[in-house]
Each structure stands twice: as C-alpha cells, then as structure tokens.
C-alpha cells in the first residue's frame, strides 16, 4: 500500500499559533452565532439558535484538520452543527466574507449548515440531514478509486475523504449500511472522525457506546483510534495518585461528566474529594491545582487536545480506513458547556460579554483577524500563508463535456417495454468504443439483472480494484450473464441498500468537480424503492450531484408482485423533486430520444435563464429520473422528425391532434398508453375531435408552466409554456381525462393551465396480486373508465362502446 502522507514532527511555535487560531475559530464560530440572532432579534423579532455548543464541540479538531492535516486533495463532510467553525476557518483563510458571516442564518449568508450550492465559501460536501455526508465520503473514495483504476486523473496526488461525525449522528442507519458496502468494496482513503461529547439533541448519549464502535469499526476492517484523554490529563496520570485519577474518570457516567463540566471548577473539586480525595495522594494531586486549573485539566480530553489530536493525525501514514474517536466537551470554552440542553442554547449577552474579555477582543473589532492573539500578527499570517489546505487553488474542478449524438442506436421492436428498450439502448452504446461510452458508469443495489443492465455489464463487466474471475464462466456453467470484476470494469455492484445507491451516484455524479474527471452516472431500481432512499436521493439533487436515475419496473406493472412492489407516489416526486428532471415515456423511440437529452443535460452547467420555447432553464444542467416499465407494448412505427424529439423533451405531444370542437382530451403518461388509444377508439364516434395527449414528463411540463405564470407577472407578457402553447387551441368548453399508473394528481394540474375541467385517474391505494388487466380494472384505469369518465366530464349523448362494455 503507498504511504498517503506523514508530517515531520509540530514545532512547538507552530502548535502555539494553531492553539492561537483553536481560540480564533470559537471566537469567530460563536460571535457569527451570537451577532447574527442578535442582529435578527432586533430586525425580525426571531432568534433562530445557531448551534453554539455543537460547533464549539469540534473547534480544537477542525483547527488541527484545516490548519494542519489537510492537503488540498483531501475533501470533508462537516458535521451539520460545526458550520460555523467551517466558515471561521474560510474567514481566517481569506476564503470567506465578512458580511456573509454578518448575515449568518439570513437571507444568503452563510448556511447554519455547510451546502456546496449556496454557500460561497468551497464547501466540499453538503450536510444537514446527519448521516448522509458521512456515507458520501466513503463513496467519495470508492468513486477516486474507480476513477485512477480507469487511468484517469493519475496526475493528481490520491485524497483523502474525512467525515466529522456527531456521536448521536451514528445512530443513523445509513452509516452501517455504508461501512458494509465499504468493507465489501475495499474502501481506503476514508478517515471517519467521530465527535464523542457523549451528547445528542436531547439528552446524554448511553454509557459504553465507544466500545460497540470500537468493535464494529474493527470488524468490518477499520483502523481505530481512540483520542480519550488530552496532554495535561496524561501528564496528570503520571504524578503520584494519577491513577487514581484515572480510574476516576474511566468510570464517571456521562452525564455526570457533562454537568461537572457545566459546573465548573469548584464543583470538580468537591466531587473528587468527596469520592477519592481520601485515597492517598490524589489529594494533593487536586489541592495543588486552582479551580480554573482543575477545570482546565478535567475538560483536556482527547478532541480538545491539539498536541494529541495532531500527533494522531500526523502518525497515519496508510491508507487503510480510519476511525477517530475523540472525547470532547459539548460547548467547549463556553459557558453553555456540558449542559444538557444546550444543543440550541445561546449565550446570554452578558456570557458573551465575559467571554469577550476572556478572549481579549475589544469592541468594534469583532471581525479582526488578528484581533485577541497573544502571537505576533505577522507569525500567525505567515503561518496562514502557508497552511497546506489553501494552497491549491480552486477545489471546485473542471471537465470536458463529452458529445451526444442526438439521435442514440436501437432497434425497436414491434412490441416492447420501456425497459427491454433501456437495455437495448444502453447495450447499443456498450459496443461502442466512444468516449462517451468510456465515461458511463452503472450501478444498481442487486437489481441489475432484473433492470435490465446485464446485457451492458455483458460488455462492460463489473469493477473492483482487484479482477476477480466467474466461477460460473471457468467452470464452463452456461450461464445469461457474465459477472467478472477488473479495475476496468464500469457497473458497480451494490448490495440492496438503496440509501447506498443514492449516495454513491451522488458521489460519482459530482466526480466532475470533486475528481475534475467526469462520470455519467446511471443507476437503477425498482422504482417502489426509490422511497427506501428518498433523502439520500434528495440529498445527491441538493449538492447538484448528476446522474441518470432509472426505475423500473414502477405502478401496476408489478401486478403479480401486489401492493408492496407497486408504486403510487412516486411520479409526484418525480414532479416535486428540484435538481431532478422526470421523464415517463411509453415508447422506445420516446426513451432514446430522452436518454440521449439526459446524457447531454446531466452535464451542462450553463447560465439559469429560462428557455423561451419551455420556460425550463435547461443550460444549467441536473440530474434526471426515468419511469419505465415491463409492459410491453405496441410500438409505432413513425420517423423521429427533430419537432417530436423536441416535444418528447419537452414534456408532451399530440398524439392524436384535438379538432377545432374538440370535446374531450385525454392525457396520459407512461405504459398505460395503450388504454387510452383503445378508449379514444371507442369514444370517437359521440365525441368530437377527441384528442390525445402524450405527456413524457409532467415535471417538465409543469415546470415550465409556473415557470411561463411567473414571467407574465414580471411583465413578460409573451411568455408561453409548452402545455400553453399546445392547449391554446382547444375549446374552454372540453374536458380533459388524465390518466396514468400513479397517483392522479400527477396530471390533475393540467386543468388549471386554461380552466378546462379534469378528472384525473390513477392509483391511489395499495394494489393487490392479480393480473395488469385486473389491477387496471380494479383502480379505474382501463379504457372503459376513461370513456367512462369522458362521458362523466363532457356531457353529450350517452357513449355506445360504454353502454356495450358496462
Ligand atoms: C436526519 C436528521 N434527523 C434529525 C436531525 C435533527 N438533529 C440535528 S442535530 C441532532 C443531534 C446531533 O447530535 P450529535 O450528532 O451527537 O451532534 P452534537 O449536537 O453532539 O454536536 C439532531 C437529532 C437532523 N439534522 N437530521
Ligand atoms: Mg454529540
């Protein structure tokens, strides 16, 4: 294994200046804190907490992290709460602005937690919802790996990727899901440092719980290391009646510890004379200190020990994955710390003001960067200048977008699915040696196969950083797929966690940026599932991650399978999801023409100006969703002219043009298509100039609508949506019959664009087993409901076919 990096020893002046800036960074941390609720207290009324005490929990190890151990390379996911350290320490670097920290919380300042696309400060990875930036770093590694094992980006020195963790954020289960997948993997270049201040939100966590992570970090290959007592607790030991000491500590309950700490020196005092003050010379070891020395001695653990902290650091030189476990203090220097209920406590003013002075910063120089140091000035900048972590210049990296043809190669057959024709597309694109090809990457959570991704990983095989052979192939076993693993691999096997899934497409969708070598991501599923790993998913589309989301099969067509593979909602997430784009479509011709706009769209990074032809502000790039099915169905025969392609982008067309009576329009999206072609049959001959609207994304469509809404109320009065520009024709009088195998509100919008009345059909409830006609008939989605619902909506003499089918 290379050496990933070691330090020559620290200097004793430069610990000095990186315990100048530890006091710096909780200055900074909590007076962004206490000015921004003040500033808002007195403007709005509101004080909006800011996390004072769990930030404070990690300043000594972000000051050891950023000022010391970090090479640019090297990217963090910070704990959500420790946000104001991170932007204390971009201020010190020169990397963040004072009126950012000013409006702190406010209407975009700094964000209370660090976010790659709002803050301007070069977050690395976003957090918030705890637990997932922990798992991103992982697969962050296991992405860096892919790439080198792929030759590319070699000129580049290996990161590292670090979580902070809040002791309580380990209850989340995505972390465990994510240690085995790393383990399963061979995760290296991953260091995990947890923040052990033995409280969560609420309350104080449960004794022991370093112990269990010990264990479980070992087991499944981990390096562990336990930072529990800082320098001067150590060289306490080491006095006669340390010991005793010791034992003391090691068995003091949490929560005791916590309040002792909240209360203070003298409370120290008294409760270790009363509990060994009389076991020989431990007396002395405590009379001889003062109040505030035994304070300072009690609260030196571990994570609040530079000497100790970056002597742990520096030692590692390998790349096996790391966990720290640092013993720290909940509001750490503060007077909040320790306290129980301190997770959104604030200081009083006047807590501030003493600490202020404590902290030796003279009013109205707040801000100043070199304000309250006992160093010289000049020492602590040159220090600064040249703090390994800065000096790399931009850590948001570039690269090259690869051409898409417009038009991508399969052949359609005259009865498919949605997803056979997935496969047959990407298989079309497997045997191509393009660029484009080289830089696909699949993966899927044990549901390749039955995705449809197998003839893909045929060509392509599965990677690992080692190649591993297929019995089943050696041993002449005949066999559909072949399952080899080589570092050239491009489909990353992935065991069924979902949440994993969502991540590391996150991670293998930001690798543009954060590897400067640029993946296009496709993942699949089974769209049910999506809701497993919804947040995680929800988290990849908040840091801009890109990707190409397919889930398959989804509704109804998992008819056999019953109501706990089929899904409902997920079309509406589809269209409330930001930084995703949803597609549906019915036909393969519509699905090459919107894989080929996904590859290109997952890439771009253009301006946000809106598209005057959809109002959807397509330069700009995002991730994208694709519904499909195993329905098979009739496919048509018709050339892909560049106008269909468009409106197959767009979000819809006609597929059967509304007449100028037009008294009933049926929309709908998806497999479900061959339904309403059959009820616009059967209505044809007693409702006029029927038409029938193709809709491949309701997202988009909706999109761009509010979108259009919204510029006509800034005054662009000749903005027109897509949805606009397609109804402008059609009678106020028709009604409009959505339909698809989903939730019906999906649709049901449709009538608000021009007033026309709706009755959206779909699926609101749990299915049950039974066959696609059944389940069709038992929901209302067949062709006889849509006639039956045309009759109901647009009045007129009584349907035939209906009567003849009742
Ligand atoms: C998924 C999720 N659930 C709940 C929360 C609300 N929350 C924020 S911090 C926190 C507890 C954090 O405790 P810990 O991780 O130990 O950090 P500390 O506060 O001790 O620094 C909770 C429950 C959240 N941010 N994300
Ligand atoms: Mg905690």
């Known amino acids: 294994m290379p050496k990933t990096g070691s330090h020559p020893p620290i200097s004793p002046a430069d610990l000095a200046i990186l315990g100048e800036l530890e006091r710096k960074v909780l200055w900074l941390a909590s007076w962004t804190i206490h000015n921004a609720n003040h500033l808002r207290e007195n403007v709005d009324g509101l004080k909006v907490g800011g996390h004072q005490a769990s930030s404070a929990s990690l300043a000594t190890i972000m000051t050891a992290l950023y000022f010391r151990s970090l090479r640019p390379q090297d990217r963090v996911a910070v704990k959500p709460h420790a946000s104001p350290n991170f932007h204390a320490i971009q201020y010190l670097l020169g990397k963040q602005t004072r009126e950012k920290l000013e409006d702190f919380r406010g209407y975009k300042g700094a964000q209370s937690y660090p976010s790659r696309t709002?803050?301007?400060?070069?977050?690395?990875?976003?957090?918030?919802s705890v637990g997932l930036g922990v798992a991103q770093t992982l697969f962050s590694s296991l992405t860096q790996d892919y790439v080198r094992a792929?030759?590319?980006?070699?000129?580049?020195?290996?990161?590292?990727?670090?979580?902070?963790?809040?002791?309580?954020?380990?209850?989340?289960?995505n972390i465990f899901e994510a240690i085995l997948e790393g383990w399963k993997q061979g995760l290296r270049n991953c260091w995990w440092i947890i923040d052990y201040n033995r409280q969560s939100l609420d309350a104080v966590v449960r004794e022991g719980l370093w112990e269990r992570y010990e264990q479980l970090f070992k087991n499944f290959g981990w390096d562990v290391v336990i930072l529990k007592y800082g320098s001067l607790q150590q060289a306490a030991f080491r006095e006669p009646g340390g010991e005793t000491l010791r034992q003391w500590i090691d068995n003091c309950p949490n929560q005791l510890y916590s309040a002792l700490v909240f209360q203070g020196g003298a409370a120290w005092r008294k409760r270790l004379?009363?509990?060994?003050?009389?076991?020989?010379?431990?007396?002395?070891l405590i009379e001889q200190r003062s109040d505030d020395e035994l304070a300072r001695l009690m609260n030196n653990l571990g994570g609040h020990d530079l000497p100790s902290i970056v002597e742990a650091f520096d030692k590692i030189d390998h790349d096996r994955p790391t966990c720290f476990i640092a013993y720290t203090v909940k509001g750490f220097g503060l007077p909040i710390a320790g306290h129980k209920d301190n997770h959104a406590g604030l200081m009083t003013p006047a807590q501030m003001e003493t600490f202020r002075q404590a902290m030796n910063i003279r009013t109205g120089h707040e801000w100043d960067l070199f304000e309250g140091l006992r160093a010289k000035p000049e020492q602590v900048k040159a220090f600064l200048d040249k703090v390994p972590f800065a000096s790399g210049?931009?850590?948001?990296?570039?690269?090259?977008?690869?051409?898409?043809?417009?038009?991508?190669?399969?052949?359609?057959?005259?009865?498919?699915?949605?997803?056979?024709?997935?496969g047959a597309l990407l298989n079309e694109l497997a045997r191509e040696k393009t660029p484009l090809a080289e830089r696909i990457v699949t993966t899927s959570p044990d549901v390749t196969v039955s995705t449809n991704l197998g003839p893909w990983v045929n060509r392509?095989?599965?990677?690992?950083?080692?190649?591993?052979?297929?019995?089943?192939?050696?041993?002449?076993?005949?066999?559909?797929?072949?399952?080899?693993?080589?570092?050239?691999?491009?489909?990353?096997?992935?065991?069924?966690?979902?949440m994993n899934l969502f991540i590391l497409l996150s991670a293998l969708g930001l690798s543009h940026s954060i590897n400067g070598e640029r993946l296009l991501p496709i993942g699949t599923l089974y769209d049910p599932f999506i809701a497993r790993g919804l947040d995680a998913l929800n988290y990849a589309c908040y840091q801009d991650a890109r990707f190409i989301l397919v889930a398959t099969p989804s509704g109804l067509t998992l008819a056999p399978e019953g109501g706990a593979h089929q899904s409902i909602a997920e079309p509406l997430i589809g269209l409330a999801q930001d930084g995703l784009a949803a597609f549906e479509p019915a036909f393969v011709d519509e699905l090459a023409a919107i894989l080929a706009f996904s590859l290109e769209y997952i890439q771009k990074d253009g301006d946000d100006a809106a598209s005057e032809r959809?109002?959807?502000?397509?330069?700009?790039?995002?991730?994208?969703?694709?519904?499909?099915?195993?329905?098979?169905?009739?496919?048509?025969?018709?050339?892909?002219?560049?106008?269909?392609?468009?409106?197959?982008?767009?979000?819809?067309?006609?597929?059967?043009?509304?007449?100028?009576?037009?008294?009933?329009?049926?929309?709908?999206?998806?497999?479900?298509?061959?339904?309403?072609?059959?009820?616009?049959?059967?209505?044809?001959?007693?409702?006029?100039?029927?038409?029938?609207?193709?809709?491949?994304?309701?997202?988009r469509l909706n999109a761009g609508w509010t979108a259009a809404l919204r510029a006509r109320e800034r005054g662009l009065?000749?903005?027109?949506?897509?949805?606009?520009?397609?109804?402008?024709?059609?009678?106020?009088?028709?009604?409009?019959?959505?339909?698809?195998?989903?939730?019906?509100?999906t649709l049901a919008w449709l009538g608000a664009v021009n007033g026309h009345r709706v009755r959206p059909l779909g699926v609101e409830h749990f299915g049950q087993t039974g066959s696609l006609p059944d389940l069709y008939r038992h929901y209302g989605i067949d062709a006889n409901a849509i006639v039956a619902a045309a009759q109901a909506i647009a009045p007129g003499r009584p349907i035939r076919h209906l009567r003849a089918l009742g």
């Open 393 to 422: 210049g931009a850590r948001r990296l570039k690269s090259p977008q690869l051409a898409v043809p417009a038009e991508l190669a399969v052949t359609i057959q005259p009865e498919m699915s949605t997803q056979f024709g997935f």
């Open 118 to 128: 709002k803050d301007a400060d070069d977050v690395d990875f976003s957090t918030g």
């Open 150 to 173: 792929h030759g590319w980006g070699l000129d580049r020195p290996e990161g590292r990727m670090v979580a902070l963790i809040g002791d309580a954020e380990l209850d989340e289960g």
């Open 273 to 284: 004379m009363d509990e060994i003050g009389d076991q020989g010379a431990v007396t002395k």
């Open 460 to 498: 392509r095989g599965l990677f690992a950083r080692e190649n591993m052979a297929d019995t089943f192939k050696s041993e002449r076993i005949p066999s559909t797929f072949n399952w080899e693993f080589s570092p050239k691999g491009q489909h990353i096997e992935l065991g069924i966690a979902e």
């Open 717 to 745: 009065i000749h903005a027109r949506s897509h949805i606009e520009r397609l109804f402008a024709e059609l009678p106020g009088n028709c009604g409009i019959v959505s339909v698809l195998d989903g939730h019906p509100a």
């Open 614 to 699: 959809n109002w959807l502000r397509d330069e700009t790039g995002g991730s994208v969703y694709l519904r499909l099915s195993t329905r098979p169905v009739e496919q048509i025969k018709r050339p892909m002219t560049p106008e269909l392609r468009q409106a197959i982008v767009d979000g819809a067309y006609w597929l059967r043009e509304p007449g100028p009576n037009c008294q009933v329009v049926v929309a709908y999206t998806g497999a479900i298509a061959p339904e309403p072609i059959q009820a616009i049959g059967l209505m044809a001959e007693d409702r006029r100039d029927v038409g029938l609207l193709a809709v491949t994304s309701a997202d």
